[in-house]
């Protein structure tokens, strides 16, 4: 995990390439490098060493003239070097020496060898590939300058004052100056019309279990965010049976505006179950508040979903790095892979259903894993989804869609995942950490958050300034006073209109209120789990 930033071309200054380089920092606390290529271009690194924690330092240089920088990890690493790399003299234990090798063993076309999260550039002489993995785990912007010369980086901040345009790079794609962008992730999963596998309820768990097991590779100490709901408390608990095979006690972290905060109450029954070493971290209003601008200079995105939900994550990221951890498993991804938010119960054909949840797959990038990565790595915090392995998606998305849909289960959101792991012979979580609604990350810390920065944020705004918002922000103009001030805030760091674009507006579907939150949606429940579970909507 790191910041990566790579100039190509001539005559760039390789101190203020140091210094563009160094706005990311945080990414990478434990070093930072920078390599010269004889042609003028230039490869910068900022480390957080997970792996090789001795020799793996970047740049990383292959046999002969190639160079590369890399953000993510490569989890089938070792098999590559014992398989198809087998014949190469490696000059560390890191895995990301595997993708240099790949591109002198196959040139351009290897990026569908790896698994892992990856964004990476190989530079060669006058030849250069930049590559980013399948979903977008990993960030990557690309830009280019008044003089042609092209740039990539992990973060828009590196980049943005120097290029005349700019764009994120499309996740599941590679770039050469010769091919362009070339898709090189096409899964079945993609055409609504390919979900015809039967359901095996065996098949979803040992899935996920395999996710979770690749995921817990590191030679640093790993930990969990554990929120009470049943994404994070499924790979909490698998996480947890793997770790005691080999003697390691799992520490779990939530976070809320207090004690009674819903998200806590579930965290502290599903940590007392499974026996992590839980840390529960508080937050009040006017904390949120006070580094509200802050987190959206991290995270780089003014939709409204994804600053509510990235400032608790920011803290709850700051609390878990003080704590000595250096990698963390998150839940994302089980909403879009199975339906899970609320609004996906009014879908009106199945079709439709298994469409919008491709969708939200293909564009997590924009949202909830932008807003993931760079709250983690704000403090130099790894994360890592389960959910988002590819052969965990292929398995799961492509299951026939009547099976997913909830209302064949009387509304039951993620039914098939729940009755996955429904086992009272040897019971992964408590029935009411199963069986609980779907609660957003923004909403579970307590409503009270949500309801008061709304408010906060109708201070902060006149009538006047939003009723001018069309002309001051003609693109993606913002609609309520919440969105006016994150987008005035996201401005004063990124006024280019290249930054704007970058960003994509998260909106449900099939509801009348559009607001963002799961509490938008008349089926939200505030019973018991039993409401739940047996299906009944009060």
């Given at each position: 995990m790191s910041g990566l930033l790579a100039v190509i071309g001539k005559g760039k200054d390789p101190k203020l390439v140091k210094e563009l380089s160094e706005r990311m920092s945080y990414r990478g606390p434990d070093e930072s490098d920078v390599h010269i290529m004889e042609n003028g271009s230039i490869l910068c690194h900022e480390s957080l060493s997970i792996i090789d924690l001795n020799s793996g330092k970047q740049p990383i240089q292959g046999t002969n003239k190639a160079w590369m920088v890399h953000d993510g990890e490569i989890y089938n690493y070792k098999e590559l070097k014992e398989t198809v790399l087998k014949h190469h003299t490696f000059r560390t234990e890191s895995d990301s020496e595997v993708i240099v090798r790949l591109y002198e063993e196959f040139g351009y076309d290897f990026c569908n060898k790896l698994d892992g999260d990856f964004a990476f550039v190989v530079i060669d002489g006058d030849k250069y590939i930049a590559g980013r993995d399948p979903i977008g785990v990993k960030p990557l912007y690309y830009g280019l300058d008044e003089r042609g010369r092209i740039?990539?980086?992990?973060?828009?901040?590196?980049?943005?004052?120097?290029?005349?345009?700019?764009?994120?790079f499309p996740p599941g794609h590679y770039y050469t100056a010769k091919t362009?962008?070339?898709?090189?992730?096409?899964?079945e999963y993609e055409d609504h019309k390919n979900a015809d596998q039967p359901l095996d309820l065996n098949v979803v768990r040992q899935s996920l279990i395999d996710a979770t097991s690749k995921r817990l590779l590191a030679n640093v100490p790993v930990g969990v965010i554990l929120s009470g709901g049943l994404d994070s408390s499924l790979t909490s608990s698998i996480a947890c049976?793997?770790?005691?095979?080999?003697?390691?006690?799992?520490?779990?972290f939530s976070i809320g505006l207090d004690?009674?905060?819903?998200?806590?109450?579930?965290?502290?029954?599903?940590?007392?179950?499974?026996g992590t070493e839980h840390h529960e971290i508080h937050f009040s209003v006017e904390e949120g508040v006070q580094i509200l601008e802050k987190v959206i200079y991290h995270i780089e995105t003014y939709d409204i979903i994804s600053v509510r939900s990235g400032v608790p994550m920011y803290l709850l990221s700051k609390a878990i790095a003080e704590q000595g951890i250096k990698v963390i498993l998150s839940g994302e991804g089980a909403d879009e892979v199975f339906g899970g938010h609320l609004y996906f119960r009014n879908a009106p054909s199945t079709e439709e259903f298994q469409d919008e949840t491709i969708e939200r797959v293909q564009k997590l990038f924009t949202a909830d894993l932008l807003r993931a990565d760079k709250t983690t790595m704000a403090h130099g915090l790894e994360v890592r989804f389960p959910f988002l392995d590819t052969t965990f998606l292929d398995t799961n998305i492509r299951i026939k869609t009547e099976e997913k849909q909830p209302k064949t289960y009387d509304g039951i959101e993620k039914y098939i995942l729940r009755k996955a792991f429904d086992t009272p012979e040897d019971p992964y979580l408590p029935s009411e950490v199963l069986w609980r609604q779907k609660e957003q990350f923004s909403d579970g810390v307590g409503y009270n958050w949500v309801d008061e920065l709304i408010e906060y944020c109708a201070s902060q705004v006149t009538d006047e300034q939003l009723a001018g918002a069309n002309a001051e922000f003609p693109y993606n103009s913002p609609t309520t006073k919440e969105a006016y001030l994150y987008r005035s805030i996201f401005h004063k760091y990124y006024p280019q209109v290249s930054a704007a674009q970058t960003v994509r507006k998260w909106i449900p579907k099939w509801q009348e209120n559009l607001d963002p939150s799961g509490r938008a949606n008349a089926a939200h429940l505030q019973g018991n789990f039993e409401s739940v579970k047996s299906g009944v909507v009060v």
């Open positions: 740039y990539f980086s992990s973060e828009m901040k590196s980049i943005a004052d120097q290029c005349k345009s700019f764009s994120t362009g962008f070339v898709k090189y992730y096409r899964p049976r793997i770790l005691k095979e080999n003697g390691q006690k799992l520490h779990s004690a009674d905060s819903p998200d806590n109450i579930v965290a502290r029954k599903a940590a007392e179950f499974l």
